[in-house]
């Protein structure tokens, strides 16, 4: 196991982005049981714990190119990402919270003019929904979507994270990522960020062990261990 050290006190890191389900919102929650429930109903040898294992953080067009290439599945693209765009109206127009300590954090960050990312492989109307419904949007006008993104380009690719970085006019060796899913982190790793992975009580499954350390909520990331993060 890689020893705790949750900082590097050799770089100084400029910027924090933010994955979205799972880190701003607890979204992964209900896409587990909801995508389980959907491929095990479509795909009549679906292997239960797979939507953890290969699908969660991924886009939608490299989960279906996944699910195309793993298994005889019964039904087109279109139906597929029929079907997923239902879910999404339950689990961001209804169900979604954000994570305790997120607007703490955002506070302390805008405070101290520490630019803000966004990168995530979900749909920029799917963030929209969220945000409509929980505010807090306006700390993340810099999005990097999975609209953007070509077959092949979603996490665990770097495009992403490198493209969030671009947006904040930023040195992706400069910026740190927050992860909960390991097709993330590996995503922000391959940009060359410091990655930070975050337990968030529903990721137990996520293999995070490339990132560079884990916390257990943002109520770790308190003013102190800011000013070491960013040498503030």
């Avoid at 909801?34 to 490299?62: F, P, V, Y």
């Avoid at 339950?90 to 703490?104: A, C, D, N, Q, V």
């Avoid at 970085?165 to 790793?189: T, Y």
Wanted: hydrophobic share 40%; net charge negative.
């Amino acid at each position: 196991m890689r020893p705790a050290r949750l900082y590097n006190n050799d770089m100084h890191y400029r910027a924090i982005i933010f994955d979205f389900d799972g880190v701003i919102v607890d979204s992964e929650r209900w896409w587990e049981p909801l995508m389980e429930d959907l491929c095990s109903t479509k795909i009549s040898d679906w292997r239960k714990g797979d939507n953890a294992k290969h699908l969660t953080g991924a886009d939608l067009q490299d989960n279906y190119a996944y699910l195309s290439k793993a298994y005889k599945i019964g039904f087109s693209w279109e139906e597929f990402a029929k079907a997923v765009e239902n879910l999404t109206k339950i689990i961001y127009g209804e169900k979604t919270s954000f994570l305790p300590g997120l607007e703490r954090l955002l506070r302390e960050l805008t405070k101290r003019n520490i630019p803000i990312g966004l990168a995530s492989s979900s749909k920029r109307a799917w963030l929209d929904m969220a945000f409509d419904r929980l505010g807090m949007g306006d700390y993340f006008p810099l999005r990097a979507t999975g609209d953007d993104l070509m077959p092949g380009e979603g996490k665990p690719a770097p495009t992403l994270y490198l493209r969030a970085a671009k947006m904040l006019g930023i040195d992706p060796k400069e910026c740190i990522a927050i992860e909960d899913s390991h097709n993330g982190a590996l995503s922000a790793k391959a940009a060359g960020m410091y990655c930070i992975g975050m337990r968030n009580g529903f990721n137990d499954r996520q293999d995070l062990s490339m990132a560079d350390e884990c916390i257990h909520g943002f109520a770790e990331l308190d003013g102190g261990k800011l000013d070491v993060l960013l040498h503030s």
